[in-house]
């Protein structure tokens, strides 16, 4: 290890005098200064990316560029590559590339996604789901008569489809339901079941996940970009991008009115 490393120093003409404080920095913040002295070949896949990301580091770049750094590593090791690409990012841009939406959850402050070789999305983890979500969908376990309990959600205009679903204990029951993106019916619902007893055992709100997010946005998947694109897949593609910047500038103005509306409320 430690003579690969030294090669890959003086590849990147690393000064002599700095070479041995740079080659322990860098086996130091990879953690394999105890693997130093073995041969790579040896070494568990695991290890052999340390290395790789060891080697990368020689040089001080500013930027880290990672390709599927987790690929073909057991769930310990994934743990540990995560972890290290966390303490160099406190010292390093890093970009990383991959298709395990956990991974990228996990590790990532700012999310890009690429579909045929355009880009669909730039934003931060948090808000990523605000790019698709159209409804609040939430389900309830609720405790009561079932007709009853319908009778009560039906009474929301807001509303827009509703499941009931019975579950193994008498009279309780799983419900699904979805409003509209801007209706949060959480509070006025839980006062009409409490008021007709029929409490809420549990209540989740759900959010989308990465994976969803990017199936939805890639129209279910997404192909390797290898090629030209034809006239009429440039303009599905052209005209998808014009909906959804569109429906973002919609979802911007209300919530800005939203926000107003809010501030108005207050200085009354």
């Given at each position: 290890?430690?003579?690969?490393?030294?090669?890959?120093?003086?590849?990147?003409?690393?000064?002599?005098?700095?070479?041995?404080?740079k080659l322990r920095y860098v086996m130091k913040s990879t953690k394999i200064l105890d693997v130093s002295e073995r041969l790579i070949k040896h070494l568990s896949k695991g290890y052999k990316q340390r290395v790789g990301l060891a080697g990368?580091?020689?040089?001080?770049?500013?930027?880290?560029?990672?390709?599927?750094?987790?690929?073909?590593?057991?769930p310990k090791q994934i743990i540990e590559i995560r972890n290290l690409i966390t303490e160099l990012s406190k010292n390093h841009t890093i970009l990383l590339s991959s298709h395990i939406m956990q991974e990228v959850s996990a590790v990532c402050?700012?999310?890009?996604?690429?579909?045929?070789?355009?880009?669909?999305?730039?934003?931060?983890?948090?808000?990523?789901?605000?790019?698709?979500?159209?409804?609040?969908?939430?389900?309830?376990?609720?405790?009561?008569?079932?007709?009853?309990?319908?009778?009560?959600?039906?009474?929301?205009?807001?509303?827009?489809?509703?499941?009931?679903?019975?579950?193994?204990?008498?009279?309780?029951?799983?419900?699904?339901?979805?409003?509209?993106?801007?209706?949060?019916?959480?509070?006025?619902?839980?006062?009409?079941?409490?008021?007709?007893?029929?409490?809420?055992?549990?209540?989740?709100?759900?959010?989308?996940?990465?994976?969803?997010?990017?199936?939805?946005?890639?129209?279910?998947?997404?192909?390797?970009?290898?090629?030209?694109?034809?006239?009429?897949?440039?303009?599905?593609?052209?005209?998808?991008?014009?909906?959804?910047?569109?429906?973002?500038?919609?979802?911007?103005?209300?919530?800005?009115?939203?926000?107003?509306?809010?501030?108005?409320?207050?200085?009354?």
């Amino acid at each position: 290890v430690r003579e690969y490393l030294n090669f890959v120093a003086d590849l990147k003409k690393v000064k002599a005098s700095e070479k041995d404080k740079k080659l322990r920095y860098v086996m130091k913040s990879t953690k394999i200064l105890d693997v130093s002295e073995r041969l790579i070949k040896h070494l568990s896949k695991g290890y052999k990316q340390r290395v790789g990301l060891a080697g990368a580091m020689l040089g001080d770049p500013d930027i880290l560029i990672l390709d599927e750094p987790t690929v073909g590593l057991d769930p310990k090791q994934i743990i540990e590559i995560r972890n290290l690409i966390t303490e160099l990012s406190k010292n390093h841009t890093i970009l990383l590339s991959s298709h395990i939406m956990q991974e990228v959850s996990a590790v990532c402050n700012q999310i890009i996604i690429i579909n045929q070789g355009q880009l669909i999305l730039y934003d931060k983890p948090e808000n990523i789901s605000s790019h698709i979500a159209q409804t609040n969908d939430l389900t309830l376990t609720i405790k009561g008569n079932k007709d009853l309990i319908k009778s009560i959600i039906d009474s929301f205009e807001e509303v827009i489809e509703s499941k009931i679903l019975g579950t193994d204990t008498k009279e309780v029951y799983q419900v699904e339901l979805s409003t509209s993106i801007e209706d949060d019916i959480r509070e006025a619902l839980f006062y009409k079941l409490a008021d007709a007893k029929c409490p809420i055992l549990e209540l989740n709100h759900k959010v989308p996940t990465l994976e969803e997010v990017f199936l939805r946005l890639t129209g279910e998947g997404t192909k390797q970009y290898g090629g030209k694109m034809s006239k009429d897949e440039k303009k599905k593609m052209r005209q998808k991008l014009a909906k959804r910047e569109e429906a973002a500038e919609k979802e911007a103005e209300r919530a800005k009115e939203r926000a107003e509306q809010s501030e108005e409320k207050e200085e009354q």
